[in-house]
């Protein structure tokens, strides 16, 4: 069963994997984007363990809930509203449960998910971050593990897609052999999610 504090360790790695990965995701975003990708999720990750070790939410929703809004506030562009949409849509799927089991977090990450496809309008192909972020809640049913290889995958699949939304579909063409920011942060979320899963198990054994 996963509980409050395994949402507030996932957060607090996922935010270590994005100061640590910052440079490369702003390095990506420079040819297709803004070059601020990097920078403006660092700083919205770092503000997201700030408030949630400060306000302490009892519950897996309000965890997210929490980490949605402060990413929605604290992050600038597109990345804020999508990264915020997606936590916040998932923790008000958990509801006010005190524990969820990884069936329950999978369906509410999926509700998270179509919700950053409703606010984007997009769809896997069109080189966005959830070419990284549907594969990963499709294989979440199998492991966490499983969850973390598919998003990074499906972010390696996005370099030969030309960009049909966000500000790289400008380029048309020249969008082609880059590889999506988002969708590789979105990895990263997966990635944390597994070594989260991983610290948890052993620390019970």
């Known amino acids: 069963m996963l509980d409050a504090d395994f949402f507030r360790r996932w957060l ?22 803004d070059a601020d990708h990097g920078s403006n999720l660092r700083r919205g990750f770092a503000a997201v363990v700030a408030t949630v070790e400060k306000e302490a939410p009892d519950t897996p929703g309000a965890v997210l809930m929490l980490a949605g809004r402060q990413l929605i506030s ?9 990264y915020g949409t997606l936590l916040r849509r998932t923790g008000k799927a958990l509801g006010d449960a005190a524990q969820v089991d990884e069936a329950e ?4 990450l999926r509700a998270g998910v179509d919700a950053v496809a409703a606010l984007g309008g997009s ?29 990074r995958q499906g972010a390696l699949a996005t370099v030969p897609l030309q960009a049909r939304k966000g500000r790289a579909s400008y380029l ?34």
């Open 12 to 33: 607090t790695t996922a935010a270590a994997a994005v100061d640590r990965e910052a440079d490369r995701l702003t390095e990506l975003d420079s040819p297709i984007g």
């Open 74 to 82: 604290t992050v600038g562009g597109a990345s804020g509203p999508l």
């Open 172 to 205: 048309g063409e020249r969008s082609v052999g880059h590889q999506d920011p988002g969708a590789t942060s979105s990895a990263l979320l997966f990635e944390a999610l597994a070594d989260t899963a991983a610290a948890t198990k052993e620390a019970s054994a």
């Open 105 to 108: 977090f999978a369906q509410a």
């Open 123 to 151: 769809a896997p192909g069109d080189k966005t971050m959830l070419d990284a972020l549907l594969p990963g809640v499709d294989a979440l049913s199998t492991s966490f593990a499983a969850a973390c290889e598919a998003a």
